[in-house]
């Protein structure tokens, strides 16, 4: 079983920077697909992006599409989300998650599909 600790989150202004970061214990996490989600006041989690076990597929939801870049770091375990042109919409808790299930290069996309789950780092977008 692996064991998700993220990081990184904070206060920004519409249109900086964040890298949140998803340090993984327990396990090494190359056996994971990984992934990003987040979860707005009074909404449901939605996810954000996803990386496959090699590192070469990714896949964004829509709206973070050009402004945010996930990459995993394997021999550090750490998961990473690059945050770009923030949006005050992009105010949420963010969590990393880890699927187990087989595939190499496929993202898993769903929220029902990862097994384990971090607490979250907030973060918040002032406008």
């Given at each position: 079983?692996?064991?998700?600790?993220?990081?990184?989150?904070?206060?920004?202004?519409?249109?900086?920077?964040?890298r949140?970061?998803?340090?993984?214990?327990?396990?090494?996490?190359?056996?994971?697909?990984?992934?990003?989600?987040?979860?707005?006041?009074?909404?449901?989690?939605?996810?954000?992006?996803?990386?496959?076990?090699?590192?070469?597929?990714?896949?964004?939801?829509?709206?973070?599409?050009?402004?945010?870049?996930?990459?995993?770091?394997?021999?550090?375990?750490?998961?990473?989300?690059?945050?770009?042109?923030?949006?005050?919409?992009?105010?949420?808790?963010?969590h990393?998650?880890?699927?187990?299930?087989?595939?190499?290069?496929?993202?898993?996309?769903?929220?029902?599909?990862?097994?384990?789950?971090?607490?979250g780092?907030?973060?918040?977008?002032?406008s």
């Amino acid at each position: 079983q692996v064991q998700l600790v993220e990081s990184g989150g904070g206060l920004v202004q519409a249109g900086g920077s964040l890298r949140l970061s998803c340090a993984a214990s327990g396990r090494t996490i190359s056996t994971y697909k990984m992934g990003w989600f987040r979860q707005a006041p009074e909404k449901g989690r939605e996810f954000v992006a996803g990386i496959s076990k090699s590192g070469v597929s990714t896949y964004y939801t829509d709206s973070v599409k050009g402004r945010f870049a996930i990459s995993r770091d394997n021999a550090k375990n750490t998961v990473y989300l690059q945050m770009n042109s923030l949006k005050p919409e992009d105010t949420a808790v963010y969590h990393c998650a880890a699927d187990s299930s087989p595939g190499w290069s496929t993202v898993a996309r769903e929220i029902y599909e990862y097994d384990y789950w971090g607490q979250g780092t907030q973060v918040t977008v002032s406008s």
